[in-house]
């Protein structure tokens, strides 16, 4: 469904940029399990702009949970996010309308919806939305940790500069859950900041790479074909705007390996079946082998920039050059890491509510 | 849902490889529709094994409409395709039962199934499933054709050799879906079979890139967030065993790009609204924008292969080694080919009847 | 799915009866549909509390629809409406918690939540609950009067008391559509009201059977097998609190009839296909045939009574007495009513959507 | 979706009366539940023509079961049935092809199919589709009985006879699972069976009503508004051809009890709840309260009769009149029991599975 995911367990978003609020509906939640706002709100934190590399619109992003929650425990049944809109600056945008950003839904929404599409600040199509997908995840992402099931995300790749992989993944994965800016190495990270910064000087944008890892999930998650972890994940993940790659393991590289270096050999550790790699990235045939489930996610230079661009106007039907005025992010990287960690939890959640039942997931 | 996957256009697969027979039912079809059984047979020889680069086990790949087809066009209800397995050789597998081949999904089926999952020959995992997704799916191509709409994918890159990319998209889909092996420079084909034949003598296997064309869909097709172009098309193709990255566009190399070389410049092209490059892929904010969707998928090398490989058994609970003995493909990319159109071709198919109707994908 | 409902276009509900907020999020409306408020609002009256014959608990039912509309149309992005809980008295419930309400969801939703469920005024199983899918509905309703198809609920018989059958379809469901209270025979209505205020006096409450026509579908709407119009409606009209049976056109007495009565002959008007009886209530094979679509639900007695009833007290695991004290309704068929035909506007609108295209429904 | 119903569990149908076989997948089932083959035979035969008052066309129902089963046992993988249709005598239809049958789904799938309906034996709308529906629902029974999970089903009336009630639903149960005509008084049943026989001399045919036990149910099961146990399991009930109505424990009668009356006692019977009445059907809020569950379905007479009917002939475009001559059943509430039965089970199934996951329902 269209902004619906999720079977046993589901998430449903609306909301506009600039419209009243936006939020997220999550069904399914075991009942009886504690709330942690205090947790949703890091995690929005972890979505917000941050310092210069990030738009100066500032949200303080609160949230209200409407329906779900009693005594501060989940009822097990619908809760519902809202989260108001607050600082909306229509007027940045509604002049330049027709003219179609590049690389944006502008022109696509235009067309789907006959031009009836909120198109102030991208309307539904704005990151924006995702805030709600953050909160919502965020429950999911305390369920799973209650379960021992940790999730995290860095940048592996912006701006040109990498940073260092996962070494040890408890360790790293907290580290990460608390940094504002998601990188293993610091000095990476510092380079980072600074390209971007030097790539918004110049009205222009990057893109990078998040690789997550989530550890602690129990082996045999996931089903053949329509519901291997590859196939719901994957789905859930190119949902994110800005999403154009995803690989699990060694991912495209496996193309450059001959089978004998790209299986894992399977071997016992004590009584614990491992792997000596992992470049089917904890997977094998749709399900969890125990292993840390690996995927990367490419995240594409955020499309608004200053410079000025060729396009068209939809409107009048003629070519036009635009320089987008707006508030905007010189990159989406940082802040798209959050997100990435929420549909995954929330996947994770809906497969091992699958598996086991919603019941297993409570406290 | 576990094996059925679509929603106004479903298909639901069944089968395991040395089973008595794998098969898929189509529901959703528009009725009247002409059924080319002749088409469905092309498709099904694209997938099969292919001179010495491929498994050994030759299978006619007879298939049965037994429903769903009246006076040699669809009734609208649905079309249960059969396909008996013929050349199974059980006795390949059983003994090595236990001895979990590395890369493949015996482990994870075991833990998953708890011992009681049909082992012979890889069972429901097997790509023999897939000849029911493209006898399924050559329907769904033969829909798309009568509506301009055709798909085509080539040989990206194998065994270390790539080839040509596209570059006249409606003339090399009509090339592709005549040959065999699917490349684009013929040269560069016979380098590859040639290092897939050498693999296969020293007992390994290699993997490749897949990329995908599809041309003449209309704008506006796809949905904002979950039922994204990405997101459904990428659930399904991950669901292809061995697939383990997918990537729109630019895809990972995106991640190299200034914003400004990113985007996509939208202009006029007399009346028709087209971008200079193509970066995003034919697909901005999840919906098409008139531009060839191309798209990329990682196929990892057969993890079955004759080397000796460390592994486990995990019914004796001990370390082992094993070779994989029964009949198996050094090198399946090109036979995945076909099923990665079938996919694609009932992905869009559903995403179209969505927009317009079912009756509008009939005749 | 638990809370959501339809494929192509699909309803959220969400919210406790003591919570901040109820509401509904409805999904795949066409984009450019003016939204009239107005109706809303007359929709909403409909379901509201009734003179004495209903709860003395007053709720304006002020909505505010927070995404999915622009410039006062539909943007074809998620529709979310919220209606704030003003009037709560939770008091009145608390005391009594443990004291299982006879006929109510207060013991069942005890033990799947596990104690954690909102029980204040029947949480998520109230009634309020549905004012969220009259004003999703109402929005339904509204885009199936612009293609000609109406939908009109009377009460067919309540507190003993019957009610005229419909005559003139057209003329009764746009009578029916302003009435307060939906009874064709007002002698009727006011012994029917003058029972239940009766039967309120003793601090009792009854029930009864709402009549529905549908006019205006086109010929073959609906699927064989699991979504036939029959399955998906009466999925929808069973979800509704109190209905504990649904028939089609001659319904439960097509027992009494033989298979020569039954029949609906078919005959032709003119041009036009009729049926001379209707005992099929316009599906033949789960699929309309162009008559009216026929059908009756059976809503009990309000289950939520003054008068002293023996229960448990599933807390202290003891017998008690209790009298339910809160506010509450000596029946609530005529309050169903508009619950009826806003399920009816939303499944309905589904399979024309699956039929059509999500576009045809537009403007 | 159109012919597969179910989320964690579900069931596929497919097949023409007249085809090649009909048959059913059913997916999302344990692994290495024994398979009783015997079983899904009994319950076929349950479901097959019976003496005088059958249709003469008889079948053997020779099932296959082509996937999903290894050493008798469930793999976890989709089980496929195929049930091939051998006594196809399709003259007797095609020549009266155009003349609607009334009450049969003659007419409307010729509108909706654009006149590409297989027409011979009604096709897809076939009371044969329903062998399908029972060799899956077979399994489903069996396991819900391995969980001490019964379910029966007694023609409740018919032909103007009524049977008697359920006295003690265990013993009634077990009784009617051995009876090919499932009455609880010998008597009642007699008499109904020369009814049929005199309504089958006149060429006409009867209706009835089937009432269904359930017991052995956890309390907790359903999920409240569109998952709840009354909407999931009508859906399913009234995709089954003839049905015409379906209520829960008291049903419309509630309309003329006072709510003192239909609301049903709690009370403890050692350290059990139970209530005193089960005028909801074991139903509170959509949830099983651990009381049977109870529900009556109107199933309408056969439409096929041998006297002469008006009618249309849609090909012409003219009226006509038409005594159906194939073969056809006087009745087929008897034949209908075991079909409720299925689609009783295969629902419960999954609503278990989807409150305790799917590996709770294996041995």
Known sequence: MKNTFGNNISVTLFGESHGTAIGAVIDGLPAGVKVNEEFISHQL????????????RQESDKFEIVSGVFGKKTTGTPLCIVIPNENTQSKDYSKDYGKARPGHADYTAFCKYNGCEDYRGGGHFSGRITAGLVAAGAIAVDLLLKKGIKIGTHISKCAGVEDDGFSDYENDISVLSQKLFPVLNETAGKEIISNIENAAKEGDSVGGILETAVVGLPVGVGEPWFDSVESVLSHALFSIPGVKGVEFGAGFSCVDMAGSVMNDSFCLLKDKVITKSNN??????GITNGMPVIFRCAVKPTPSISKEQETIDFVNKENAVLAVKGRHDPCIVHRARV????????????LLAQKYGTDWLGD
Do not use: Q, W
């Open 339 to 350: 997100v990435v960690d929420s549909v995954t939890a929330l996947v994770l959640c809906d």
């Open 280 to 285: 089917n990235g904890g997977i094998n045939g």
């Open 45 to 56: 934190d972890l979505r917000r702009p941050f310092g210069k590399i990030s738009t100066p």
